[in-house]
């Protein structure tokens, strides 16, 4: 698993318009090229009267799987200039769809590779991205008496709290990068004087807005 990366946030979609050509992103995260082809060949029932659908995937830890298709453009001047986008992005796990409504103005290969590559990047604007850290969840068990301490540790600092669980004691699971756990169990022991117990979670992904 990777230590980070990053991904899109959501499924979404964004249109823009040049020389009276729609060109309409649809963008989606997937983890199996099935999952990326059945994106695709949904957007393309859905815009089954458009000029051209046009798609690009990149997916895996090393970007194992990448396919571009130019779906009758001429060739090279729209699936790869879609998954260019996303490798200078470099984003993984992603799938794009831009859907073409010709407006009756020819824009020739170099105004298709432009068009293509910003009907993506402002799709990937409009959707969002986030980065992916893998944390570890840490469950800190202490005494109700430390609560008000702890937390507001907690909040003030770089880890961020997950949930907490008000039982007999109480249980804050924390986001804890993997690098990092010796030095949060050595704070939480110092801050405690000693009295808290601290278990291990699951292995987990915590995403974060990339803001641009």
């Keep these: 698993m990777l230590p980070l990366y990053h991904t899109v946030k959501q499924t979404g979609e964004h249109e823009i318009t040049i020389q009276k050509s729609r060109f309409i992103a649809h963008i989606s995260r997937v983890e199996t090229e099935h999952e990326a082809q059945e994106f695709i060949q949904t957007i393309k029932k859905q815009h089954w009267n458009a000029t051209h659908n046009c798609s690009a995937y990149l997916i895996g830890e090393h970007d194992q799987i990448q396919k571009a298709n130019d779906d009758g453009e001429p060739s090279g001047t729209a699936g790869v200039p879609i998954l260019e986008v996303l490798k200078k992005r470099?984003?993984?796990d992603t799938v794009v769809v831009v859907t073409r409504y010709f407006g009756g103005i020819k824009l020739g290969a170099g105004g298709l590779i432009r068009a293509y590559g910003?009907?993506?990047?402002?799709?990937?604007?409009?959707?969002?991205?986030?980065?992916?850290?893998?944390?570890?969840?840490?469950?800190?068990?202490?005494?109700?008496?430390?609560?008000?301490?702890?937390?507001?540790?907690?909040?003030?600092?770089?880890?961020?709290?997950k949930e907490i669980h008000y039982l007999d004691t109480v249980d804050i699971e924390t986001y804890v990068d993997k690098s990092l756990i010796q030095a949060f169990k050595d704070w939480m022991v110092e801050l405690t004087n000693a009295q808290c117990t601290i278990d291990s979670g699951n292995t987990v992904y915590l995403e974060e807005d990339l803001i641009r």
């Design 90 to 92: 470099k984003l993984k």
């Design 118 to 161: 910003k009907a993506t990047s402002e799709g990937l604007d409009a959707v969002g991205v986030v980065e992916r850290k893998l944390t570890q969840i840490l469950h800190v068990n202490i005494d109700y008496t430390w609560l008000g301490k702890i937390e507001k540790e907690l909040r003030s600092s770089e880890y961020k709290i």
